[in-house]
């Protein structure tokens, strides 16, 4: 095993929290739903660095990613997340933005700001990495600073709901953030523009949507989740009792190919996106603990994996969706291996036309098919942005040492037309 200082490996012992459909049951809150995402961000790193047998005062510096700002104590981030997770308040926290990619994006910058030296503290050498996302996106009003609502000009603070003007509306944070107005469209119907164009079925995306559902059920039945898991307990109300919450929440225990058929197109007439085959809206946040291999050495800290290549790529946001394709290539470069070296891939399903679309073209790289989220992915574990890429890489991690597989690919489409990868190699 390597032990040089310019191997970076990610301890064994990193944790991510269940992912919460926003809603239950389309009836009432989602379990997580008073939960802020510094909040979910700080169960991941207390989880975390409970699990990793590492002195938490050698953490010197926290990067966590985050795509949106959802509620008051969002701007605080990876800083709010560091100590709410138990961390020291001497520990500097960066919180990093790639939309959809930020959680890969952390882990990329964490090993950046190591290698790179200039921000690295050399006396507490390891990283926490990782994202967080509530999407308990709010509904804002704009445009009311400088009005006279009622007596008074609108400067600051709450807001008199009476004195607004009739007509006025209040915008949905969840559904805005999900249109891009450089491709004049939202995320769904950039993957139908990617269904059309690798003239993919309403049939296939189903059957992938079903087969992403059946392997979450079957994995989460196994146990498979367990290890990267922190159980979050909940405050219900009218519960003498928290609850803990165990398990991602959108897993069906009753999919049906028959029934998915029948739902219909969630986005645009005529379109093959429908509720059974597009990511679920979940809250959720993961984290994990890096330091280069030589200080993991020195310090008696396990090291779970390597990271071996990284790949950040831009495309046309009209097929946002594509982008794994191109990082990938750049991340398969940087690591000097093949796609037929990949024994594991964990490819954020988005969508399942976009998914199909980047297995196509995974294929031409000798990406197997087959080894495509052996575990279900985001149709039916659902996709929390800024989160999903930490949590990806935990779930990769993990698989590979269970299966005993060498190279992971982790890897996610990002709003506005990029992909991240990143290459693991297990320990
Ligand atoms: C597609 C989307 C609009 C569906 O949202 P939703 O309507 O809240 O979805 P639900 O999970 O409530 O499913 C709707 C219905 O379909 C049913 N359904 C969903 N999946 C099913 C399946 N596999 N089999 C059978 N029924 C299913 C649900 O049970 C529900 O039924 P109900 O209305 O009787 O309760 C939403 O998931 C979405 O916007 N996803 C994409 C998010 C996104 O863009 N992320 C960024 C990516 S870049």
Redesign the pocket.
């Known amino acids: 095993m390597a032990t040089d200082d310019r191997t970076i490996v990610i301890l064994d012992g990193g944790r991510r929290t269940p992912r919460a ?1 926003i ?1 239950i ?2 009836r009432e809150p989602g379990l997580f739903s008073r939960f802020s995402t510094t909040q979910l961000g700080g169960f991941a790193i207390a989880g975390t660095l409970a699990n990793t047998k590492l002195d938490r005062g050698l953490v010197g510096h926290v990067v966590m990613g985050m795509a949106q700002h959802s509620h008051r104590d969002s701007i605080y981030a990876a800083r709010g997340m560091s100590w709410r997770g138990g961390l020291d308040k001497t520990v500097p926290a960066l919180t990093v933005a790639r939309i ?1 990619g930020s959680g890969a994006e952390a882990v990329a910058v964490g090993a950046e700001i190591i290698l790179g030296g200039l921000r690295h503290d050399r006396e507490r050498p390891f990283v926490v990495v990782g994202g967080a996302e509530s999407m308990q996106y709010p509904f804002t009003l704009y445009g009311v600073r400088g009005k006279k609502l009622g007596e008074a000009v609108q400067k600051y603070g709450p807001i008199d709901a009476k004195a607004l003007p009739a007509g006025t509306h209040l915008q949905d944070m969840l559904l805005m953030s ?1 249109y891009d107005p450089s491709a004049g469209m ?3 119907n950039t993957a139908e523009e990617l269904g059309r164009r690798y003239q993919i079925t309403r049939e296939e995306a189903d059957a992938f ?2 087969r992403s ?1 059946s392997r979450a059920k079957a994995a989460r039945d196994a146990g498979a989740f367990r290890e990267e898991t922190v159980p979050v307990a909940v405050q219900l109300d009218g519960a003498s009792d928290p609850l803990e919450v165990v398990h991602d929440t ?1 897993i ?1 225990d009753d ?2 190919l028959a ?2 058929a029948r ?1 219909p197109a ?1 986005f645009e007439a005529g379109g093959i ?4 085959n ?4 979940v809250d959720g946040a993961g984290a994990m603990v890096i330091g280069t291999a030589a200080d993991a050495a020195k310090h008696g800290a396990k090291p779970l994996a390597r990271l071996a290549g990284v790949g950040v790529a831009g495309c046309d946001p009209k097929i ?2 594509w982008g794994p394709v191109p990082s990938t290539e750049r991340a398969l470069a940087a690591a000097g291996i093949s796609g037929k070296d990949v024994d594991r891939v964990e490819l954020n399903e ?2 399942a036309p976009q998914a199909l679309a980047v297995i196509r073209d995974f294929g031409k790289m000798g990406i197997d098919a087959e080894k495509v989220n052996p575990e279900g992915g985001a149709i039916a574990l659902g ?1 929390p ?1 800024g989160a999903t890429g930490a949590i990806l890489t935990l779930t990769c991690a993990y698989g590979l040492r269970r299966a005993k597989q060498r190279y992971g690919l982790v890897t996610m ?1 990002i ?1 506005g037309g990029q992909g991240i990868s990143l290459v693991i190699e297990a320990l």
């Open positions: 459909d809603l049951n389309n959809c999900l939202a995320m769904a949507g079903f559902q959108h069906l999919a049906s029934k998915m739902l969630a996106v429908t509720a059974g597009a990511s679920a809206v946002m969706g988005a969508f996709h942005l489409c709003g």
